[in-house]
C-alpha cells in the first residue's frame, strides 16, 4: 500500500468535532474542510494491465446488475486474434468470460450494453457467416454466449458503435460500412430474439453523411439521433435525425473550424441538448466537443489544443453532477508530439478540467468513453499501454465523501461513501494548526457504497476527523 494520501494533496474530507469535557448536554460543533467529491480532482488509479492475450481494449465498461463491469479486447483470445469478452470487479479481480473465433465474431470494438433482461448485448466489426462483416451477439452474465445476427454487406457492413435498447425494446444500431449505396454505412433494429430489420442506408451521394462510426441516442420524442464520421456538404461528417422507421432528417454538416469527424454518437445533456466530440477540427485541428439542439443549432463548446488533449473519438459520458466526462486519444497514430491521451471533465459551457493525463506506463490511448460506476467513481480502459503494454483498465478514484452527521450517547458515527473492496482509514487530531494524524482502527475494508465507523468520545476534549482512502 502508498503511504495514506495527505490533505495537501487534496484527497480528504475532513469532519471535525469540538468536545468541551463529554457529558449529558455538551455542545458539539460540527464542521466541514476540505473539498468534496464533486469538487476535487480524481486520482488514477490503474486496476488491471493487458499483456499479450487478450490485449488492446477499444470499448468502454458496463456495469451490471451484479456490480461487476463487462469489457472487451479487440485482439487476444483462445482461438487467434479475433478478441474476448471479460469481467472485472471493482477491486480488479479479471476473468475471462469468452473467446471469439471468428465465426461467431471477430474484433469487437463497441461497448457492450445491458438490456432489460439482464443479459449483455454487443458487436463484432468482423467475422460472422456473412463474409466477414461483422455480427451482433447477446451473452448472459455467467458466459453463456448466443451469435443473434451476421451481417452479408448489403444490410451492413462494420459495425463498431454499441448497440442501444429503445423504448419499443429493440435494440438499434450502426454500421460503419455496407448498405444499398456505395458501402457508406446503415441504421438497422433487431429484437433480443434475433429479428433483424434494416431500417436506412446512407446514399450514394454522400449529403446526408457516410459511414456513422457513433452509437444512436433515442430522444423522448421517441426520434434517434446520431452522427457519421464522413460526408455532408463539407465531407467533415453531419448529424442527423431519423424515426424509427427510417424517415432521416439531415440536422448538420460540419465545415472544420467547427469540428470533423465526428467518431461517437450524442449524450443528452440536463439542459435538454445533445453533446458530442468531433475528432479532428476546431481551432487547432485536434477536435471539439459541441453542444446541438433538437432542431439542429450546433454551437462549439471547446476546442482542444494538444496540452489539453488531442483526437477524441469517444462518447460522453453526463455524470450525476451535471457535467460530461470523456476521453482524448492522443496523437501518437498520426506521428505528432507523442502524447498518449488524457481523461477529462468540461461542463456545459465549456470549461474544461485535465482528470488525467496518461504516459504509457499508466495507459496509452484510450479510444473508449468513460462509465461512471454505483460508487460515483469513473472507469474506463486504455487501448495500449500499462504495465503489460497491452492496455489497461483504470479508475478514477474520487475523494471520499464524508456524510453530515452528529455526536450522541457519547460516541460519534462517521459515515462516507466507499465502493466494495475499497480499504479506508479513519483518523483524528486534536488541532488542526499542527496536526497529529492518530489512527482510530485498524483499516476498514468497505463491503458496500456507504461505511461507517463509530468513535468512543468518552474522555476527548477537541478532536478533528479525517477518513482516506488507499490507493495500492
Given at each position: ?338 502524447t498518449y491521451g488524457t481523461a477529462f471533465r468540461i461542463t456545459a ?124
Amino acid at each position: 500500500m502508498s503511504p495514506f494520501l495527505s490533505t495537501a494533496e487534496s484527497r480528504w474530507v475532513i469532519s471535525s468535532y469540538a468536545c468541551r469535557g463529554w457529558s449529558v448536554g455538551v455542545l458539539i460543533w460540527l464542521l466541514f474542510f476540505g473539498v468534496s467529491a464533486t469538487a476535487a480532482n480524481p486520482v488514477l488509479q490503474t486496476l488491471y494491465g493487458f499483456g499479450d492475450n487478450p490485449k488492446n481494449p477499444q470499448a468502454a465498461l458496463v456495469q451490471a446488475s451484479d456490480g461487476n463491469f463487462y469489457g472487451t479486447t479487440a485482439f487476444g483470445g483462445a482461438v487467434g486474434e479475433n478478441g474476448t469478452i471479460f469481467r472485472i470487479s471493482s477491486n480488479g479481480e479479471f476473468t475471462p468470460l469468452f473467446s471469439f473465433n471468428g465465426a461467431n465474431g471477430s474484433r469487437p470494438l463497441a461497448s457492450l450494453i445491458l438490456g432489460t433482461d439482464g443479459n449483455l448485448y454487443g458487436t463484432t466489426a468482423f467475422g460472422g457467416s456473412g463474409g466477414d462483416q461483422g455480427t451482433i451477439f447477446r451473452i448472459i452474465l455467467g458466459g453463456v454466449f448466443t451469435p443473434l445476427f451476421s451481417f452479408r454487406g448489403t444490410d451492413g457492413s462494420r459495425p463498431q458503435a454499441s448497440l442501444i435498447q429503445a423504448s419499443d425494446g429493440s435494440f438499434y444500431g450502426t454500421t460503419a460500412a455496407g448498405g444499398l449505396n456505395a458501402d457508406n454505412g446503415t441504421l438497422f433494429k433487431i429484437t433480443p430474439a434475433g429479428a433483424f430489420t434494416s431500417v436506412y442506408s446512407f446514399p450514394s451521394n454522400g449529403r446526408n453523411g457516410i459511414n456513422p462510426m457513433g452509437s444512436l441516442l433515442q430522444h423522448t420524442d421517441g426520434n434517434f439521433f446520431g452522427t457519421t464520421a464522413l460526408g455532408g456538404s463539407a465531407g467533415n461528417g453531419t448529424v442527423f435525425r431519423i424515426t424509427p422507421g427510417g424517415t432521416f432528417t439531415l440536422l448538420f454538416s460540419f465545415n472544420g473550424p467547427d469540428g470533423s469527424g465526428p467518431a461517437a454518437g450524442l449524450a443528452r445533456g440536463t439542459d435538454g441538448n445533445f453533446y458530442g466530440t468531433t475528432q479532428f477540427g476546431g481551432l487547432t485541428d485536434n477536435g471539439t466537443v459541441f453542444k446541438i439542439t433538437p432542431s439542429g443549432v450546433l454551437t462549439s463548446v471547446f476546442s482542444f489544443s494538444g496540452p489539453n488533449g488531442n483526437y477524441p473519438v469517444s462518447l460522453l459520458a453526463l455524470g450525476r453532477d451535471g457535467n460530461f466526462y470523456g476521453t482524448s486519444s492522443g496523437d501518437r497514430a498520426f506521428g505528432g508530439n507523442n502524447t498518449y491521451g488524457t481523461a477529462f471533465r468540461i461542463t456545459a459551457g465549456g470549461a474544461l478540467t485535465t482528470l488525467a493525463v496518461f504516459n504509457f506506463s499508466n495507459g496509452a490511448s484510450p479510444a473508449a468513453g468513460l462509465t461512471q460506476g454505483r460508487d460515483g467513481n469513473f472507469y474506463g480502459t486504455t487501448f495500449e499501454g500499462g504495465p503489460g503494454s497491452g492496455g489497461t483498465i483504470f479508475r478514477l478514484v474520487e475523494p471520499p465523501f464524508v456524510f453530515p452527521t452528529s455526536a450522541s450517547s457519547g460516541g460519534v458515527a462517521i459515515t462516507w461513501i466507499s465502493f466494495t473492496n475499497g480499504l479506508y482509514r479513519v483518523q483524528y487530531t486534536p488541532t488542526l494548526g499542527a496536526p497529529r494524524w492518530t489512527d482510530l482502527s485498524q483499516d476498514i475494508r468497505a463491503t458496500s457504497d456507504r461505511t461507517s465507523f463509530t468513535d468512543n468520545l468518552a474522555g476527548a476534549t477537541l478532536r478533528f476527523y479525517r477518513v482516506g482512502l488507499l490507493l495500492p
